[in-house]
């Protein structure tokens, strides 16, 4: 990656590359880099004065260790500038595509973000070069002669964006390396960095810097603006314009693809970076992409033909330039914390992911044929839609403050680096400022994107062989789930958990929605062998959600293997007087006699259409689970029967009801009467009942 230079007038852009602070895509050619190629992270002494890289200051021994695992050591480092074109990076002549951050110069400049700076964000993020391209544009000297820098910094966004501010900053400071601490000639102190490692106490030597986290100018926090925010990383229009301008500019194979495959392979390259790249928020800008990871997928294409030769799952470019091996020591005491932590992110990362491939503006235009400025305006626009349940709020509440809260005994904690095992605060705090969980909320943290989760996995795997734990990451949410052991009281727990969290449901929420609230609750089974299809086809129809034990399952026990079929419905409330008390016995009774039939007209469905076809899907399993839900705003009904394989000796097989066991045996016949008068006796808002042999759950 490298900054703007000056383009060629008569070469238009493909693609749009407006982030809303930068404003130009060009390709170059036979330009001069703006950039010197001087400041290299490869330098024998971190302590070297750098000219054109303005507040560079020498790294601790505590950064020193934790960058060169964490941030990749120095013989695995990149070049500084990635470049999509016809010639090596640094030669005089080059024909590439350059994504520009220099608006936001006049940004950290401003007098409100502090007389220090420092912006702390995960590597590879582009920092360096953005240090780069601000130091060139002050510098007194700079690398090439003031009237050509002038020319090609007056091509720039800033220019544009900020004419004032252009005429009194360029080429007016002499930039070097300064003491921030009581210095009363210093004018601005701008930093970069991975970690937030200042000293604490009254005899640091920074504590005079304003530390600028990614998560800092969320709404609610101290600081309100943050002035990092348009400088790093790559936005939605970034990204959209660098696949246009290498596909249609620079893609061997383009001629070879029609107009209509070229659209859908846009598209999908485009969903393609958000699914595995996205995630990261800097301030209050959205869809944050790590460059680097982008660059070497662009630069790969070259060897694609097709959409289908494309493995998101072979591009970790990223993760690959670092190694997490310093935070794998970990103190026994605090093994299980780290599983909690652990799990909570990868549940909660899975669910989120299905959960986005139903609902929000990138679901509603993967379907179009092309993806246009205007669909990836919208997509840039808000923020990712959130899948609201968590199975553990304190976890989250808890993982949040320790991500984002800076404390000193999380400094302590990452002095001892290296030395002895560390506390899983502290694990988790590196890993966020590493980039490996992102900020999403000001009370909510997560992991960003496919290859960190992949990662993440592993990491974990890792530890938990050593601590001689389990190294399945969400075995324990498993057992809170209940499904797993064919628990489905326990199962209508922890769903209706998750509905009374979704706010905004109402009476028009439609059936599709639910579905996708069902699909993306059960998702993370998927990590353990388990198989989910939504709108299965059977014999006479679709079945709305199927769940099954694929090859390599995780089976607990002897809990027997089963297969789940769920039939929804929804109840509009059409029924109800406008004037009801929608809290009142008497509303209640009457909803739940509505849900109840619903319910089992739902149950009815799966038998008369498609249980020919699910006897003969479950064949290799133990037990078949029918289950007819009818929902109610963020309420639900559910109706369950567990059938059981008998195998007669000449290979027949058939399926008796088991009956469930419970205290109160209610009549089929007045079964929704006594329902409804029994529901003051719920616990936590659950009836848990059996009728006539089936288990009833009614949240109402």
């Known amino acids: ?115 220090v700076i420092a912006g702390m964000y995960p590597r590879r993020m582009g920092k360096t070069t953005f240090l780069k391209t601000l130091a060139n544009f002050l510098d007194i000297i700079g690398d090439m002669p003031w009237n050509q820098r002038e020319k090609q910094f007056r091509q720039c966004a800033l220019y544009d964006m900020h004419p004032e501010f252009f005429e009194a900053n360029f080429g007016k400071y002499p930039v070097i390396m300064l003491d921030f601490k009581n210095n009363d000639y210093l004018h601005k102190g701008i930093l970069v960095g991975v970690f937030d490692i200042r000293g604490v106490g009254l005899g640091s030597g920074l504590n005079n810097v304003e530390s600028y986290m990614a998560h800092s100018g969320f709404a609610g926090d101290r600081l309100t ?35 209509l495959e070229l659209g859908h392979f846009k598209r999908d390259l485009l969903v393609g970076c958000i699914q595995n790249f996205d995630g990261y928020r800097i301030g209050q800008v959205h869809h944050v992409f790590n460059p680097y990871a982008i660059l070497c997928l662009i630069r790969e294409l070259r060897l694609v033909k097709s959409l289908v030769d494309v493995d998101y799952s072979n591009y970790n470019s990223w993760t690959e330039t670092g190694s997490m091996k310093v ?31 139903h609902q929000g503006p990138l679901a509603e235009h993967m379907s179009l044929d092309f ?57 988790m ?76 449901i109402g009476k028009d929420t439609s059936e599709r929605f639910y579905q996708t609230i069902l699909s993306s609750y059960l998702f993370p089974a998927t990590r353990s062998g388990y198989a989910i299809q939504n709108e299965a086809m059977m014999e006479n129809g679709r079945a709305d959600t199927l769940l099954f034990p694929a090859p390599g399952h995780l089976r607990f026990d002897t809990t027997p293997m089963s297969y789940y079929i769920f039939e929804l419905k929804r109840y509009d409330g059409s029924t109800i007087p406008t004037s009801a008390k929608r809290t009142s016995a008497a509303n209640r009774r009457n909803v739940a006699k509505y849900v109840f039939e619903q319910a089992m007209q739902a149950q009815a469905q799966i038998y008369e259409r498609y249980y020919p076809t699910l006897a003969e899907k479950a064949r290799t399993c133990d037990l ?45 016949t ?14 936590n808002g659950i009836l848990r009942e059996v009728v006539d042999g089936h288990l009833v759950i009614l949240t109402i």
């Not at 024998?44 to 020193?64: I, P, Q």
């Open 225 to 259: 603006k943050n002035p990092f925010q348009h400088a790093f990383g790559f936005t939605i229009h970034d990204v959209w314009g660098l696949i246009n301008d290498y596909i249609d500019n620079q893609w061997p194979h383009r001629p070879a693809i029609n107009h």
């Open 1 to 115: 990656m490298s900054s703007e230079k000056n383009a060629d007038p008569n070469n238009k852009r493909t693609g749009p590359l407006d982030s809303g602070h930068e404003k130009r895509l060009r390709r170059e050619s036979n330009q001069q880099q703006l950039q010197p190629e001087s400041l290299s992270s490869n330098s024998e002494d971190d302590s070297r004065l750098w000219k054109d890289s303005l507040g560079v200051c020498t790294r601790s021994e505590v950064d020193n260790m934790v960058c060169e695992v964490l941030d990749g050591s120095p013989s695995c480092q990149p070049d500084d500038s990635l470049a999509m074109g016809g010639h090596e990076p640094g030669s005089q002549e080059m024909d590439a595509t350059f994504v520009g951050k220099s608006a936001a110069i006049a940004d950290v400049m401003s007098p409100d973000a502090g007389k």
């Open 670 to 683: 007045v079964e929704y009467e006594q329902l409804g008068d029994r529901l003051e006796d719920a616990e």
């Open 327 to 357: 935070v794998e020591t970990i103190k026994a005491s605090s093994a299980q914390d780290l599983s909690r932590y652990c799990e909570y992110l990868s549940s909660s990362f899975l669910q989120q992911s299905e959960y986005r491939q």
């Open 624 to 668: 078949v689970h029918v289950v007819g839900v009818s929902f109610w705003m963020n309420r639900f009904c559910m109706i369950a029967t567990k059938r059981k394989r008998e195998e007669s000796a000449d290979g027949t097989v058939s399926w008796p009801t088991v009956r469930y066991e419970g205290s109160v045996e209610i009549e089929a």
């Open 429 to 504: 705090r590196l890993l966020y400022q590493a980039g490996y969980i992102a900020p999403i909320a000001k009370d909510r943290v997560g992991i960003p994107n496919s290859e960190v989760h992949r990662a993440l996995r592993q990491f974990y795997e890792r530890v938990a062989a050593q601590l001689k734990i389990s190294t399945s990451l969400l075995e324990s949410i498993h057992e809170e789930m209940g499904i797993y052991r064919c628990d489905l009281q326990r199962f209508s727990r922890s769903l209706h958990s998750c509905m009374v969290s979704i706010p905004g």
């Open 371 to 427: 993806i246009d400025d205007a669909a990836v305006g919208s997509i840039g626009s808000q923020g990712q839609p959130q899948f609201p349940p968590d199975v553990d709020k304190e976890t989250r509440e808890e993982l949040a403050d320790i991500c984002m809260v800076r404390s000193g005994d999380t400094f302590h904690g990452m002095q001892s680096l290296g030395r002895e095992p560390l506390q899983a605060s502290t694990i």
